[in-house]
Nanobody
Framework: QIQLVESGGGSVQSGGSLRLSCAVSNEPYKRYCVAWFRQVLGKEREGIAFLDTAGTISYADSVKGRFTFSQDNATNTLYLQMNALKPEDTAMYYC??????????????????WGQGTQVTVSS
């Protein structure tokens, strides 16, 4: 089955940037909806960026204009470029893959496969 491994998290000051990577193995990610979610301890996992099988990318309002979801087909790697980071972006970030269902699911329950997560901490 598909495997996902995130990397690139860390600690930055408000206004800074980070780029997260998601290395996909065992299957091509293009067979699935793939997405980035984030979770703050005690809160529900929030979907922030989505890539469907047609190549369409969409974003949650909370990150639109600041985050960019990109892909490298040659290496089967997904990226999340995060700019203008805010303290409220502090969370564990996850890469995930799941079936297409009239576009990509927006809820975490719609996804089958998850990476282990990478922590992003933004200080004010």
């Amino acid at each position: 089955q598909i495997q996902l491994v995130e990397s690139g998290g860390g600690s930055v000051q408000s206004g800074g940037s980070l780029r997260l990577s998601c290395a996909v193995s065992n299957e091509p990610y293009k067979r699935y909806c793939v997405a980035w979610f984030r979770q703050v301890l005690g809160k529900e996992r929030e979907g922030i960026a989505f890539l469907d099988t047609a190549g369409t990318i969409s974003y949650a309002d909370s990150v639109k204009g600041r985050f960019t979801f990109s892909q490298d087909n040659a290496t089967n790697t997904l990226y999340l470029q995060m700019n203008a980071l805010k303290p409220e972006d502090t969370a564990m970030y996850y890469c995930t893959a799941g079936p297409v269902d009239v576009g990509c699911p927006r809820m975490f329950s719609g996804y089958w496969y998850w990476g282990q997560g990478t922590q992003v901490t933004v200080s004010s």
